[in-house]
């Protein structure tokens, strides 16, 4: 997440618009209430992105139809499905993660968090949150209004440029394991879903924010501050693919192509880049404020949160 003071100088009354989309519909929601082991990995120098999931670019959307399913009254940042599907997303500024409900509504499932961003939600209904202010990552059993804490990460976030708490969180399923990136001194970790095992893959990026797993196992992890997203092999290899300004949240498609969410004033947009070609390609930028949460669900639509906008935006393949 880009840093909280600086982006300040935004205002919410720049129009939500949407490149490449063809209509747009919204609706105010109603609410309802251990042992460390590590290994230090160097970065190599920048490089172009490879193949690492099999691309079928004949069938990659070219065009998209967006659809504003929250907007209005909440500062939805990072997004995550759970388990039956539904659509959860935190909000840093009011210390809540909330359900999006098929009606439009919003349901709170945990308040009183200080500065919720990613989320990752287990099989067994327990979510995993990242907590900035306090550099921790919690699990919320299901059922429970009050979560516990996994593990207070090494870092000390502070109100220095580029030193902000830990923020994206991605699973590795080809591992079962958490990858958590520490925001302040600019580590990625492999941590256990119950927090007590913590391994070290890199260091030395320079805000390392959200992250995500291909099916080969290789974590990709946006640098905000370093204008890159880092590679990090399963064989502990690092690499930079560079071209961005402030890269903040990374997630994969269907086609094997990878998105981007950039925070940089200039650019403010969503980006595909093609793992074949590495040709980056702006999906949608005009109009954005703070673009934040993304994900994807089954049917390849992509959800992109913007926390000063207060929207969250569905773009459906055309």
Do not use: W
């Not at 230090?40 to 659809?67: F, K, L």
């Not at 939805?76 to 500024?93: C, E, I, K, M």
């Amino acid at each position: 997440m880009f840093t909280k003071h600086a982006s300040a100088v935004c205002t919410s009354s720049i129009l939500f618009c949407l490149v490449l989309l063809t209509s747009c519909t919204k609706s105010p929601p109603a609410i309802t209430t251990a042992p460390t082991s590590t290994r230090t990995v160097a970065i190599s120098p920048t490089v172009p992105p490879t193949p690492t999931v099999s691309a079928t670019p004949a069938t990659t959307p070219t065009h998209y139809t967006a659809r504003v399913l929250l907007s209005g009254q909440l500062r939805p940042d990072d997004l995550a499905f759970d388990a039956q599907g539904h659509l959860l997303f935190s909000d840093f500024y009011h210390g809540t993660v909330s359900r999006l409900n098929a009606d439009g509504s919003v349901t709170v499932l945990v308040s009183g968090l200080a500065g919720p961003e990613g989320m990752v939600p287990l099989a067994d209904g327990t979510m995993i949150i990242a907590e900035q202010r306090t550099n921790r990552i919690l699990a919320l059993a299901p059922g429970e209004k009050s979560p516990t804490v996994l593990r207070t990460l090494p870092g000390m976030p502070s109100t220095a440029a580029c030193k902000d708490g830990v923020d994206g969180i991605a699973l590795d399923a080809t591992t079962n394991t958490l990858i958590v990136p520490d925001s302040p001194i600019g580590n990625v970790y492999r941590m256990s879903l119950d927090g007590t095992k913590l391994m070290l893959l890199a260091s030395g990026i320079v805000r390392p924010v959200g992250a995500a797993v291909d099916a080969q196992g290789t974590v990709y992890v946006a640098d905000e501050c370093g204008g890159a997203v880092v590679l990090i092999s399963p064989a502990g290899k690092a690499t930079r693919m560079g071209g961005f300004g402030m890269p903040d949240d990374v997630a994969f498609d269907h086609h094997g192509n990878l998105l981007v969410i950039d925070l940089q004033v200039s650019i403010h947009a969503l980006i595909r880049v093609s793992q074949s070609t590495g040709k980056h390609e702006t999906l949608a930028s005009a109009g954005f404020i703070e673009p934040q949460g993304l994900v994807l669900d089954s049917k390849d639509d992509i959800y992109v949160s913007d926390d000063y906008a207060n929207k969250i935006v569905e773009f459906i393949p055309a």
